[in-house]
């Protein structure tokens, strides 16, 4: 049976060769692939229903839900985006662009405001590899999965990913918590990992 340790070894293991892969990946290939992945999410029932979604601004080579955000102000969707106080997500009104501060490692982030929790319908959230049965690996810091612990159990959680990012399988610790849906630059995909969101 494996050990606390040997997961956290297969995690960082995993983490090394998805991030070595997405360094690889051509920019305007990604730039494309976030354009897909984005008008996939606007078509989500949940999205299309929510009244207060969180997303994230991307880094690195994480896929850019951006127009999918400005499309939703379009919509009268409040957008919020996440910002680090203290090592905990806090989530605030996205507001206007210019106005973001760099935050932990140099991520641009709302300067103020907290949303509480309660009224958060949809979380859109990167991330560094996911499986088909709901399951993320970050970054290591576990800042999204307590979020997401604190979140409203119909709150429906939504994972952004280019398709090298998917595996079979993603090592888990019980603290780690489960997506009810992925999207990718080539479709969408239900997890049913918590079955009351099966369909979200």
Known sequence: MATDDDIRRAKDQLRDSVVRMSRQLDTDLQAAASRRVSERLLTLGSVRRAH???LYRATGHELDPASALAAMERRGIRTLLPRLVDDRIHLAPAGDPGLLVAGHHGIPEPASGSVPVEE???????????????????????????????????TVRIGVAHTGQMVTRVPREDHDELLDVLVTD???HHTGARSHLRDA
């Open 52 to 54: 207060t979604a969180a």
């Open 120 to 154: 958060v319908d949809v979380i859109i959230l990167p991330g560094v590899a996911f499986d088909l049965d709901g399951g993320r690996l970050g970054r290591g810091g576990g800042h999204y999965d307590r979020l997401l612990a604190l979140l409203p159990d119909d």
């Open 186 to 188: 080539r479709g969408v």
